[in-house]
């Protein structure tokens, strides 16, 4: 109350003050000095007393930069998640489509005989074709075994063994075979047998495959499914890829479908 009562005395002797004249610039000083008493600094001159400022252009930008980083952190974890989802999805569809079921009995280009359970615990690619193909079969293989060095030149994954089954028998004897395979990869097996047993593995994989008519040579072209399949190391079909995939396109798909298998057998 002591405080009231006195302020408005206060204040009228503050105003019968006389302003100080200093040399050189009478009464203007001490008007500068009232008037640095009653106003309130502008931004520009809080900055140069050295009072706080708002964050600078390199703090704004590192907070937009870390942001804008986070950001495509989750978009990318997000993609990832849904391609992880659609090879899932993808799978289990040609899982139920029963393509590869049972077992074969072939001989290798070597004259041993092979079965499915041979293979299992590894990843397979197989072609089915034949030898007196002209630039087709050639071109698939070619690819296949670009796959597989593609896919050997990292040591993390592993191995995958190139497989080709012939689909006609009557001229792709095993030294046949034999000639044939060595022009590829070391580690291609050319599978060949009797005429009942190369149509029995043919419809478990459902290729199509017809000789034409011969010609005065006794040449003939064999018209045939062209694809490349993917076996898992539970020996099941996982994944088919078409004439128009890329030797990069189907590494590519290996590789997801190496880092997502899970044996269904253990």
Do not use: N
Not at 200 to 227: C, F, L, N, T, W
């Amino acid at each position: 109350m002591l405080l009231l009562a006195r302020a408005p005395k206060a204040w009228h002797r503050l105003f019968q003050l006389k302003p100080l004249a200093l040399p050189g610039t009478p009464g203007g000083k001490a008007q500068h000095v009232r008037y640095q008493l009653f106003s309130t600094p502008s931004p520009a001159e809080t900055g140069r007393q050295g009072q706080p400022q708002g964050p600078g252009l390199r703090t704004r930008l590192l907070v937009t930069a870390l942001i804008g980083a986070g950001l495509g952190g989750a978009w990318l974890a997000v993609r990832a998640e849904k391609e992880r989802w659609q090879q899932q999805q993808r799978t289990e569809a040609l899982r139920q489509a029963a393509v590869g079921q049972g077992d074969f009995s072939l001989l290798d280009h070597r004259g041993q005989v092979r079965c499915k359970a041979d293979f299992r615990g590894q990843w397979v690619l197989l072609y089915f074709g034949f030898t007196h193909c002209p630039d087709i079969c050639p071109d698939e293989l070619e690819k296949l075994v670009q796959v597989v060095r593609q896919l050997e030149a990292e040591p993390g994954l592993p191995p995958v063994q190139p497989l080709f089954i012939t689909v006609d028998p009557e001229r792709d004897t095993v030294a046949a075979m034999a000639r044939y395979v060595q022009d590829f990869h070391p580690r291609l097996l050319g599978l060949t047998g009797s005429a009942e047993q190369i149509a029995q593995v043919s419809r478990s994989y459902r290729v199509y495959y017809s000789a034409g008519p011969k010609d005065e040579d006794q040449d003939y072209i064999v018209d045939h499914s062209i694809a490349i399949y993917l076996l898992s190391p539970d020996g099941l079909f996982t994944d088919y890829y078409s004439r128009a995939r890329s030797a990069e396109q189907i590494s590519d798909s290996v590789r997801r479908h190496m880092a997502a298998f899970r044996s269904v057998l253990c």
